[in-house]
């Protein structure tokens, strides 16, 4: 059984950084599979943040994080990684790590079979 376990996340102010680390501790699918990082807000759809490609050679990263956060990921370790710097109260949502076993359109969430549980992240002003 597939079980990722997002943590890192908190309570910081604008301008402080995170980072957020998803781990597989069940089966382990993470060499194989592509990883993204997608959040939610109260009242909003889930929405795409980064993706990276099993092999960790291509990343992806909607256009309000670009620039910002990195995603990451360390293979033999069976864990994602997601470096926000410079948060913004925008940012504030639960954060939840995926894997995919497809290799393009990252953005879609319907393309990922297994989740976490989401953490928190807030970021006040």
């Known amino acids: 059984q597939v079980q990722l376990v997002e943590s890192g996340g908190g309570s910081v102010q604008a301008g402080d950084s995170l980072r957020l680390s998803c781990a597989d501790s069940?089966?382990?699918?993470?060499?194989?599979?592509?990883m993204g990082w997608f959040r939610q807000a109260p009242g909003k759809e889930r929405e795409f943040v980064a993706a990276i490609s099993w092999i960790g050679g291509r990343t992806n990263y909607a256009d309000p994080v670009k620039g910002r956060f990195t995603i990451s990921r360390d293979n033999p370790k069976n864990t994602l990684y997601l470096q926000m710097n410079s948060l913004k109260p925008e940012d504030t949502a639960v954060y939840y790590c995926?894997?995919?076993?497809?290799?393009?359109?990252?953005?879609?969430?319907?393309?990922?079979?297994?989740w976490g549980q989401g953490t928190q992240v807030t970021v006040s002003s």
């Open positions: 995926a894997a995919s076993p497809y290799s393009s359109n990252y953005a879609d969430l319907r393309r990922y079979d297994y």
């Open positions: 069940g089966r382990s699918i993470f060499s194989s599979y592509s």
